[in-house]
């Protein structure tokens, strides 16, 4: 078990670490999970994924427009850039990936557009357009690092080869890559870069918000098998 009571230390770790730590067992839920297990061994059902894929689409609006105030909130022209950066990544090559492999799967746009949200995706939304609309630049950091560093660890764990399906074998290169860590890398020091600064209210804010969004991640795992 991971201890989760223990308060911030920044002599003996950073302030990110700390909030992997703090979500405690639902990061190693998030980060092992069944489908992701799955879909590295590729013995994911293709109606499990469909089910994902579609409601993963649906969601990316909702990251973008925080990653959008992400650029707005950042204090500086390398911050800005680097933001820039990642969601033009979002909405070209992961868009690219979307469309080819809606046609593999045989998911027409209707179907892309009338598909509701399940509901943890749902809420996953509804956190990140209210922390988009109301949020500091150090909660936008928090919810987008707790998101995407769940993807680059569960991805970065996976052997070659890869399946043989290439929606499940690119939604992995697409987690695995050396601009996705670098992104992710980044993201952490940034947040990490400014935890001297917050208080220990604001820590503690920070530390439940990343929690959630972890665990609003297994959720939405568990959620495609149901």
């Not at 992104?183 to 503690?204: A, M, P, R, Y």
């Amino acid at each position: 078990m991971i201890n989760t009571d223990k308060k911030f230390n920044p002599k003996v770790e950073k302030f990110s670490e700390y909030l992997k730590n703090y979500s405690g067992e639902f990061w190693l839920e998030a980060t092992n999970h069944r489908f992701t297990n799955e879909l590295k061994n590729d013995t994911l059902k293709d109606h499990i994924y469909k089910k994902y894929i579609v409601q993963d689409y649906i969601f990316i609006e909702s990251l973008v427009t925080l990653i959008g105030k992400a650029i707005a909130l950042a204090t500086n022209l390398n911050s800005k850039v680097k933001w820039s950066a990642f969601v033009y990544a979002i909405t070209s090559d992961e868009n690219n990936y979307f469309i080819r492999s809606f046609e593999a799967l045989n998911i027409t746009k209707e179907e892309r557009e009338k598909t509701k949200l399940l509901p943890p995706i749902n809420d996953f939304s509804k956190l990140m357009h209210d922390v988009a609309n109301n949020g500091s630049y150090k909660e936008i950091l928090a919810v987008i690092l707790a998101a995407e560093w769940i993807y680059c660890t569960w991805a970065s764990n996976v052997k070659k080869p890869y399946p043989e399906r290439f929606y499940l074998s690119e939604w992995i290169t697409l987690h695995n890559n050396s601009s996705f860590k670098d992104t992710v890398i980044w993201i952490k020091g940034e947040l990490d870069s400014i935890s001297h600064q917050l208080t220990l209210s604001e820590q503690h804010k920070v530390a439940i918000l990343f929690k959630n969004i972890v665990k609003l991640e297994v959720s939405f795992f568990d959620a495609c098998y149901k």
